[in-house]
């Protein structure tokens, strides 16, 4: 079955480490996503990115880095400039980057920092 | 700019209905509905797109007012595999009266269903 992998899905992070998150997804989509969920509250945009080799920043970009080398694969890194990491972070998948297709999410990552 | 939706949390009783809103302070390409039970992934529900349509997908079904910028999930005869979050996200109208490539979603809805 089609659908997205995150791993791992719980993370432990000390102060000042580099992490990073792990998405892979077969279902063939172009478009790729990166979402930070903060408990009580909504998704946030952290990365988004159309094709292989191009993204953009979301609405909550710093402190995180992203690649896309792969159609298939799209890591995220919680650098040490991220100075409240502690959330639940969800990647996504669509089609396209376009307003006509729904997203598929994985089942999240949740990283802490001790 | 963040949509924003109500009620903040809703509790019923297994049978009776429930409305949630989604209101957005700009134009609108389309709205998505998602439903996300504690811990785990957001799952897709459906997606209304400019036009003004209504949507049904088993006794879920949703409309978008494009004029209001807003839209409205229905939710009949709850049942209790219906709790969880639910999370409108809306896809805006720029400036230059193209599609801004991104989803952007509202705080949620809490849906608690009892027996």
């Known amino acids: 079955d089609g659908g997205i992998t995150q791993s791992p899905k719980y993370l432990f992070r000390k102060e000042g480490q580099n992490v990073t998150l792990s998405c892979e997804q077969n279902?063939?989509?172009?478009?790729m996503y990166w979402y930070r969920q903060d408990p009580g509250q909504g998704l946030r945009l952290i990365y988004y990115s159309q094709i292989v080799n191009d993204f953009q920043k979301g609405d909550i970009a710093e402190g995180y880095s992203v690649s896309r080398e792969k159609k298939e694969s799209f890591p995220l890194t919680v650098t040490s400039a991220q100075k409240n990491p502690t959330a639940f972070y969800l990647c996504a998948s669509s089609l396209a980057t376009t307003y006509t297709y729904g997203y598929t999410f994985g089942s999240g990552t949740r990283l802490t920092v001790v | 700019q963040q949509p924003v939706q109500s009620p903040q949390a809703v509790i019923l009783r297994e049978g009776e209905d429930a409305v949630i809103n989604c209101s957005s302070s700009k134009a609108l390409y389309s709205v998505h509905w998602y439903r996300q039970k504690h811990g785990e992934a957001p799952v897709f529900l459906m997606i209304l797109l400019k036009g003004g349509e209504q949507k049904g997908h088993e006794k879920i079904s949703a409309s978008f007012n494009e004029k209001k910028q807003q839209s409205s999930l229905y939710l009949t005869a709850s049942q209790l595999s219906y709790s969880g979050t639910y999370f409108c996200?809306?896809?805006?109208?720029?400036?230059?009266?193209?599609?801004?490539?991104?989803?952007?979603f509202g705080q949620g809805t809490i849906l608690t269903v009892h027996p």
């Open positions: 996200g809306t896809w805006v109208i720029n400036a230059g009266g193209t599609s801004y490539g991104k989803l952007t």
């Open positions: 279902l063939n989509h172009d478009a």
